[in-house]
């Protein structure tokens, strides 16, 4: 199976195994990817020797449990969703000396929000943060991490440790290496997870960029009462993670929701894309939609590889599509053209699966994410098309030689389509030779998690759910439209990015999310229990498996 992480290949690849490794984050020094390798050797060993032996201002070993004057003062500078997280997590720990503020002008409101919790205090800026804590978080969108670490990294306290929460590691780690005094760890971190997602065996990223074992250890403990699991990184390494795992993922959700905006419809009130892999899509994309829109923006914009696979992906809905097409109004030769496209993404990511869906031998050999569709039915925000009246349905898909047999077909209750937004994204994945395995016991959030685990039920269902998805859309006419209106989302999106301006991202998600106003309390609620179940079933069998 393909693992080359790196972004690449052509317009028209061919299936290859003589690909590159994947990167082993952990087998490299920490410290390997600092900027001083561009100095001269002995600058370098002299610089890593420095901070190395810089003290830091606490015990290493300090717990909340320890005395409160043994404790270290942590500070977080910028209390958004994922600031007040943290501060809850910690505070509710017991770590005592937690020091927060926000833009000056919300001082007021964020001293009344903690006057009652004793172990958190409001400051008025980031200066007072600064120059008081001996751990601090910037927890501050990546467009703006360069102003607010140019403001406030000067007053940073003696031998304090320095962590940002951007999504996008390369704008933070210019900041700091400009901004912040030399005598000053920085060993960063990021939640791999929103600020409604429980931290509990999620990953968290570390990177000790520069700084002491003694420092890296400090941090691993101030931010353990998260229950998240570990995984060390270089600035770089994150980068590139974070793309495989979340760009694509990112373009096709906000895609669905710009095309159902366009097309004016709340599909699943419809009965036509209720129930099963519908179901996670509906509530995934809502959820995106119901977060702030630069939450997603940094990692499009400012991360070069997450550029390159957004137009990939809206490359590959367009040329899909227009397959679709002419497959369904031509002759055998398109419509083998297509399968063929589609089962030859299949085989470059899931590892030559046989036509029949038995497995092969390169198909890794491990229990799915995502059992049954069934698991997603009781979080429908629609009744399932069993359920509704049979006339509201579209009519049956005529029938061709290539239809699965009655044995293969998947249940009726699930109405087939293209799933174009599915096809899509495995075909993404295969012209960049991008393994989505490689990274989800590394650094999948629970939306990749989740989305993979949808393509990988629509890819390997032994009911064949592919060969109806295919069939669909070579003869299905209904969901045309639909399909139609998902492309030029996707390429809109890809373009909107392509452009490299927050404030073109900012108007265009907000005009998609005015569209949903008033469902997302309901659906927060719903998927939230959607992805706790789903993560219960992975983080057990990441157990049984020995991952975690």
């Given at each position: ?18 690909t590159?490794?994947?990167?082993s984050?952990?087998?490299a ?16 060993d002299?610089?890593?020797a420095?901070?190395a ?45 937690i ?15 903690y ?16 120059r ?35 999504s ?17 760890h ?18 968290l ?77 509906v509530?995934?994309t809502?959820?995106?939609y ?13 991360n070069?590889?997450?550029?390159v ?16 097409l ?49 698991v ?23 029938v ?24 899509a ?9 991008i ?31 592919l ?17 139609l ?10 373009q ?5 301006s ?28 959607m ?18």
């Amino acid at each position: 199976m393909p693992v080359l992480l790196e972004t690449g290949g052509s317009e028209s690849p061919r299936p290859s195994a003589s690909t590159s490794a994947s990167i082993s984050p952990l087998a490299a020094s920490p410290l390997s990817t600092s900027p001083l390798t561009s100095s001269p050797s002995n600058q370098y060993d002299e610089d890593k020797a420095y901070y190395a032996s810089l003290p830091i201002n606490t015990a290493q070993d300090v717990t909340p449990a320890s005395p409160v004057d043994a404790q270290p003062t942590i500070g977080l500078i910028g209390m958004g969703a994922m600031g007040r997280m943290y501060a809850r997590h910690l505070g509710d720990a017991g770590w005592s000396k937690i020091n927060v503020c926000d833009i000056p002008e919300k001082y007021e409101q964020l001293n009344a929000d903690y006057a009652s919790n004793p172990n958190i205090h409001a400051m008025r800026d980031g200066h007072a943060v600064a120059r008081s804590s001996d751990f601090i978080v910037y927890s501050v969108e990546a467009e703006f991490i360069e102003k607010v670490v140019a403001q406030y990294g000067p007053s940073t306290k003696v031998n304090a440790i320095v962590a940002g929460q951007t999504s996008v590691k390369a704008p933070e780690k210019q900041a700091f290496e400009k901004h912040l005094p030399r005598d000053v760890h920085i060993v960063s971190c990021h939640s791999l997870h929103g600020p409604t997602v429980s931290p509990l065996g999620q990953p968290l990223i570390l990177i000790q960029h520069r700084g002491s074992n003694a420092a890296l250890s400090l941090v691993e403990n101030i931010l353990r009462p998260l229950r998240s699991r570990h995984v060390h990184l270089s600035y770089d390494e994150h980068d590139l993670v974070t793309a495989n795992t979340q760009a694509v993922t990112h373009a096709a959700f906000l895609s669905m929701g710009t095309a159902w905006a366009a097309a004016q419809s709340y599909p699943w009130e419809q009965g036509l894309y209720v129930g099963g892999i519908e179901t996670a899509k509906v509530n995934l994309t809502l959820r995106i939609y119901a977060n702030a829109w630069h939450v997603y923006a940094g990692l499009a914009i400012l991360n070069p590889a997450a550029r390159v696979q957004i137009e990939r992906y809206a490359t590959s809905a367009t040329e899909l599509f227009k397959m679709m097409l002419e497959g369904g109004s031509g002759g055998e030769e398109a419509k083998r053209r297509f399968r063929e496209r589609v089962e030859w993404a299949r085989d470059m990511v899931f590892g030559g699966v046989a036509r029949d869906g038995s497995e092969g031998s390169g198909v890794r050999r491990r229990r799915p994410i995502l059992l049954s569709e069934d698991v997603l039915d009781r979080f429908s925000l629609g009744k399932t098309p069993a359920l509704c009246d049979k006339k509201d349905l579209p009519p049956p898909s005529p029938v061709d030689s290539s239809s699965p047999t009655e044995s293969q077909r998947p249940p009726s209750k699930y109405r087939p389509n293209s799933h174009l937004s599915l096809l899509a994204m495995v075909d993404c994945w295969a012209h960049l030779y991008i393994n989505p395995y490689t990274h989800l016991s590394l650094a999948a959030t629970p939306l990749f998690r989740l989305f993979l685990g949808v393509a990988e039920h629509l890819f390997l269902s032994p009911t064949n759910l592919l060969s109806a998805s295919i069939h669909s859309a070579l003869y299905d006419t209904w969901h045309r439209s639909d399909d139609l209106e998902f492309v030029c989302a996707a390429r809109g999106w890809s373009q909107c990015v392509s452009f490299g301006s927050f404030e073109v991202y900012r108007r265009r998600f907000e005009e998609t999310r005015s569209f949903f106003e008033g469902r997302f309390e309901e659906v927060g609620r719903v998927g939230a229990e959607m992805i706790r179940a789903v993560m219960e079933s992975e983080i057990k069998r990441e157990e049984e498996e020995g991952i975690a």
